[in-house]
């Protein structure tokens, strides 16, 4: 009965290479949002997406795209990895205003 | 830029004693404001929530807002050895992006039995 997941939960791969990330919230909420976290620890928000609207940070890349299949779902595809995309990316969801609860991380590994 | 300002720590209590976390916000039409927890290797955890000034109380965790003075607590009372932690300050955006939070760096928070 996991609330908010994600696959893979480790990603390794060279620079260059395109992949993706799943999310999944069984929670019935109607927000959804991609976090990073650097080495730093600091976590910062990429995109929020509803089904109304795509809000995205404008310091994101646009290598990064967000694509939602339906309400539960929210993927992350990166295009062209570079070193510095390395961090941990999570994904979390919300219903209106109300707190967020983020999946398990996806800890990306670009060499 | 907006921005949500924390003391990275590490504070350090002994067991059983009060840790108080703070935090100081810039957006003034912030609305909702959240505490999250985070062990090290895992994904933060919402704590706490507050959206009017005023104390709120959840067991041992009270927060505390001042919108005032841009300024949210968290106390924790009793610490616990497995409070040991770092702990998330967020503050929503405001205007269009309600939604959206913006985080902290985290307060290393370590209590010694």
């Known amino acids: 009965d996991t609330a908010v997941s994600q696959t893979p939960k480790y990603l390794v791969t060279q620079m260059g290479n395109d992949k993706s990330i799943k999310c999944e919230q069984n929670?019935?909420?109607?927000?959804m949002y991609w976090y990073k976290q650097d080495s730093k620890k600091f976590l910062k928000i990429m995109f929020s997406?509803?089904?109304?609207?795509?809000?995205i940070n404008e310091t994101v890349p646009n290598r990064f795209s967000p694509k939602s299949p339906d309400k539960a779902h929210l993927n992350l595809h990166i295009n062209s990895l570079e070193l510095g995309d390395s961090a941990v990316y999570f994904c979390?969801?919300?219903?209106?205003?109300?707190?967020?609860?983020f999946g398990p991380g996806t800890r990306l590994t670009v060499t | 830029q907006k921005e949500v300002e924390q003391n990275s720590g590490p504070l350090s209590v002994p067991e059983g004693a009060i840790a108080s976390l703070n935090c100081t916000y810039s957006?003034?039409?912030?609305?909702?404001f959240f505490w999250y927890r985070q062990y090290s290797g895992k994904s933060p955890e919402l704590i706490m929530s507050?959206?009017?000034?005023g104390d709120k109380e959840d067991g041992r965790f009270t927060a505390q807002l001042n919108k005032a003075s841009q300024y949210v607590s968290l106390l924790i009372r009793d610490s616990q050895p497995s409070d040991s932690a770092t702990y998330l300050c967020a503050v929503s955006l405001g205007g269009g992006s309600q939604g959206n939070l913006i985080f902290g760096k985290g307060t290393k928070l370590s209590v010694k039995p």
């Open positions: 929670l019935g909420h109607d927000t």
């Open positions: 957006d003034r039409v912030s609305q909702s």
């Open positions: 997406y509803n089904n109304k609207e795509l809000i």
């Open positions: 507050i959206y009017s000034n």
């Open positions: 979390a969801s919300s219903q209106a205003l109300g707190g967020q609860y």
